[in-house]
Every structure is written in structure tokens, then in C-alpha cells.
């Protein structure tokens, strides 16, 4: 069994097709052009209050254009129409509109799944049904793996191929819910772990991993904290566990043999260049000693929902830096304010500083394991090219070390040290 995740593309669609042979289990995701059609047709209407007709229209073309047979064409009109009716109907309900985008969100992967049956005339299955979340007492969502892979034992059965939508999930209660960055290879890495698949197939939106023909799971975890990552990491542990290859490729280009994502060793060490960061750093006595105080500031960051992309604390607790994407530096700095002025024991010198417009150079790969010199050679590199370090971090693995830099320098920095 092969186990297959795709990104669907309107000229793609024979080809996505022509891979799913049977014995194949097939995950099919939106490309981000139509995601972002769904999103601005929900923004709209909720956020605006206003007619998303000529963006369900346009979406409305989208499928039709990959319509092979009336039953598909049929679909399409009645879905477009379904989420054209909820989404007034929502206008005026007090519910979160990130549940509201994920219901919609959900419509169009199947939308996507069912394009892709017209060809392959498997069994489609509906990715909600087989990826289960549960909801805490604060709210927050969990996936369930246990009782995910009882569906998928239960459903995903035959020898047929067999066609799924993928990334959204439900919880307990019936709500969809969007699963992680890209719950589509999630369910595709899960699916090959519950069958033991021979293999698992991601076909993306970008050259493999950095055109690398092969790297190991743990070189590809860095390489996931990339915002560029056209795949989640989250991909990585099933197969990781389960001792499954996860073969990338390029879904526009046929001549890449793909990266193979194993335990064996990448070729080289490679690079990668995050854009659109701020640095926030706290220091002060306040953090002198006091047990519980980085917990204290990135859970009130995960409270007002900023995810941190960067962690460097210097070994005399003086100072936390931590690098954020910058639309979400405003909420990152009200709730730590809100932190420190709600707490009345901490000294009145501690001071946050806002480091805009920076970037973050990520150097990776098994090679630098026990390679003395590495750091080294990485800051040489950079201060003879007369760019600063505002901040660096190593993980103890030793597989990766990053830097912040001004966003001015990204590009160069980057080209420096491929």
C-alpha cells in the first residue's frame, strides 16, 4: 500500500489521478489560490457584513472548470449554494468565525476529493470523518489519536483505491475543525502508520526540501519551522515511528525525483530564510532567579493565540528574546505589559524592546553533528560580510543553529552561507 497526499490544481487533476492506482489511499488538499478564494468569500461576509456572491461565483467556476460528469456538476452547485446560504445565515450569529472558516474551509477539500473520484472511481471518504479532535475545559482543541485511528481502521478499508479529503477534522461534539498546519499529511502520514504502508508520497507546491535528494526526519523537523514549509511536521512522527520512507515531490515538476525523508543523511547542509519577523527581548532583575518566569510569558503568548518562532535566554536569566511574525507583535506586547503590570512583585526596571523588521537565517543538517567549527564558521561568515547578529540559538541535538538578523540582510546572509 502507498499512501499519497496532493495539493489539486485545475491542470493537475489527470496527472493526481493517474497516481492513484489501487492499493493507493489518496489525500487531497486545496492549493492555497482556492483557500484563499474560501477565506476572502467568509471574511467578507462575516467581518464585512457584506454579499460574498461574486467570490462564490468565481469559486463556483473554479470546480465547474474540473467538472468531467453532471453528478460532480450537480455537487458543485449544491455545495456553492450551501455555503452561499450558511454564510448569511452566520452573518447575523454570534459564533467564532474561526469555526465558521473551518466549516467552509472543510466543503472545499471535499469539493477538491470528489473532483479527483470524477477520474479514479474509488471509494471517496470525507476527511471529517476520520480525523477526531476533543475540546477541553478551557476550550482548546486536542487531536485524539486513538480514537482517529479507530476510524480510519473502520472506514478506510478495500482494495480499491481510495480518495480522501483531507485537513479538517471533528470534535466530539460535531464541530469541524481545522487539524494543525496541514492536517492533509498528517492524515496521510496516519493512515500509512495504521496500515504499515510501504511508502508515504507528499506532492507539494515547491521543489522537495531545498532540492535535497535525501534527509533524515529530524533534518526535516527543522526544516519544518519554516513558514515557507510546504508540508507540517507534524507528518514527520507517525512515519518516524512507524519506520516509513515519506518521499517529497514537486507537484508542477516531473523531472525531480523528490526528497526521501528516512533515517538516512542529507547531501549537503542547507539553508533556510524567514522574512516578516519582529524580536521582542524582556530583561531586567525581574527575571533574576524567579522559577516560572518564561513559562509565565510564553503561556500568556499562547493565550492571546502568538505562535513564537525563536527562543534565545542568556545563562544569566537577564534576558528572554523570542521572535514573532510581525502582525502579531501588538498582541505579543499587550500581554506581556499586561503580564508585568499585573504582577506587582516583579521590579520596576524590567523593559521590553521591540526589535522590528528582522529575519531568521536557520542553518541545518546531520553534518553538523560533532563538526567543530560550525558556529564559528557560520558568525566568520557573516561578520566579514559586515552583517550583524542581533540574537542566535543552537539546539543541544546539534543538528541546526539560527540567527536574527535585520530583514535588510536576509537575503544576503542566506545567499552566504548555501
Same mark, same amino acid.
Given at each position: 500500500m502507498i499512501v499519497k497526499a496532493f495539493v489539486l490544481k485545475q491542470h493537475s487533476i489527470g496527472k493526481i489521478a493517474s497516481m492513484c492506482?489501487? @492499493? =493507493?489511499?489518496?489525500?487531497? +488538499?486545496?492549493?492555497?489560490?482556492?483557500? @484563499? &478564494?474560501? +477565506?476572502? %468569500? #467568509? +471574511? $467578507?461576509?462575516?467581518?464585512? $457584513?457584506?454579499?460574498?456572491?461574486?467570490?462564490?461565483?468565481?469559486?463556483?467556476?473554479?470546480?465547474? !472548470? &474540473?467538472?468531467?460528469?453532471? !453528478?460532480? $456538476?450537480? =455537487?458543485?452547485? &449544491?455545495?456553492?449554494?450551501?455555503?452561499?446560504?450558511?454564510? +448569511?445565515? !452566520?452573518?447575523?450569529?454570534?459564533?467564532?468565525?474561526?469555526?465558521?472558516?473551518?466549516?467552509?474551509? !472543510?466543503?472545499? %477539500?471535499?469539493?477538491?476529493?470528489? %473532483? #479527483?473520484?470524477?477520474?479514479?472511481? @474509488? $471509494?471517496? *471518504?470525507? @476527511?471529517?470523518? *476520520? &480525523?477526531i479532535c476533543t475540546s477541553d475545559a478551557k476550550g482548546e482543541q486536542h487531536f485524539d489519536w486513538t480514537a482517529s485511528e479507530q476510524q480510519i481502521r473502520k472506514r478506510c478499508k478495500g482494495d480499491g483505491p481510495l480518495v480522501i479529503s483531507g485537513g479538517y477534522g471533528r470534535l466530539t461534539s460535531g464541530y469541524v475543525v481545522r487539524v494543525g498546519k496541514d492536517g492533509a499529511h498528517l492524515m496521510a502520514a496516519l493512515i500509512a502508520a495504521v496500515f504499515k504502508a510501504d511508502t508515504i508520497e507528499l506532492h507539494v507546491e515547491a521543489h522537495g526540501v531545498e532540492g535535497l535528494s535525501a534527509i533524515t526526519y529530524d533534518e526535516a523537523a527543522h526544516y519544518c519551522a519554516s513558514e515557507r514549509a510546504p508540508f507540517s511536521s507534524s507528518a514527520l512522527w507517525p512515519a518516524k515511528n512507524a519506520g516509513i520512507p515519506i518521499l517529497v515531490k514537486d507537484i508542477e515538476d516531473e523531472t525531480f525525483d523528490g526528497t526521501l525523508i528516512s533515517t538516512g543523511s542529507a547531501h549537503k547542509t542547507a539553508v533556510l530564510a524567514d522574512k516578516n519577523l519582529d524580536l521582542i527581548t524582556v530583561y531586567g532583575t525581574g527575571l533574576l532567579g524567579r522559577v516560572g518566569m518564561s513559562g509565565a510569558i510564553f503561556s500568556c503568548l499562547a493565550t492571546v493565540g502568538v505562535n513564537v518562532r525563536f527562543i534565545a535566554q542568556t545563562s544569566s536569566e537577564y534576558s528572554i528574546s523570542f521572535a514573532i511574525r510581525s502582525e502579531e507583535k501588538e498582541r505579543a506586547l499587550k500581554a506581556i505589559r499586561g503580564l508585568f503590570k499585573a504582577n506587582p512583585l516583579l521590579p520596576l526596571d524590567d523593559v521590553v524592546v521591540l526589535n522590528k523588521s528582522v529575519g531568521i537565517i536557520t542553518v541545518f543538517g546531520s553534518r553538523m553533528r560533532n563538526l567543530p567549527g560550525m558556529s564559528g564558521a557560520v558568525f566568520s561568515a557573516l561578520g566579514a560580510a559586515g552583517i550583524n547578529i542581533i540574537a542566535s540559538a543552537q539546539g543541544g541535538e546539534e543538528l541546526s543553529i539560527s540567527v536574527v538578523v535585520a530583514a535588510k540582510d536576509v537575503d544576503k546572509a542566506a545567499g552566504l552561507l548555501q
Open positions: 492506482a489501487p @492499493g =493507493t489511499i489518496a489525500v487531497i +488538499r486545496p492549493q492555497r489560490t482556492i483557500e @484563499g &478564494m474560501f +477565506r476572502e %468569500a #467568509v +471574511r $467578507k461576509t462575516i467581518q464585512e $457584513k457584506k454579499s460574498a456572491r461574486e467570490d462564490l461565483d468565481a469559486i463556483r467556476e473554479y470546480f465547474l !472548470a &474540473m467538472a468531467v460528469t453532471p !453528478a460532480y $456538476k450537480e =455537487t458543485v452547485e &449544491m455545495t456553492v449554494d450551501t455555503v452561499s446560504t450558511y454564510l +448569511r445565515e !452566520a452573518m447575523y450569529v454570534q459564533t467564532a468565525s474561526v469555526a465558521i472558516e473551518d466549516y467552509v474551509m !472543510a466543503k472545499c %477539500a471535499r469539493l477538491c476529493a470528489e %473532483a #479527483v473520484n470524477q477520474y479514479v472511481r @474509488g $471509494k471517496l *471518504l470525507d @476527511g471529517t470523518e *476520520l &480525523m
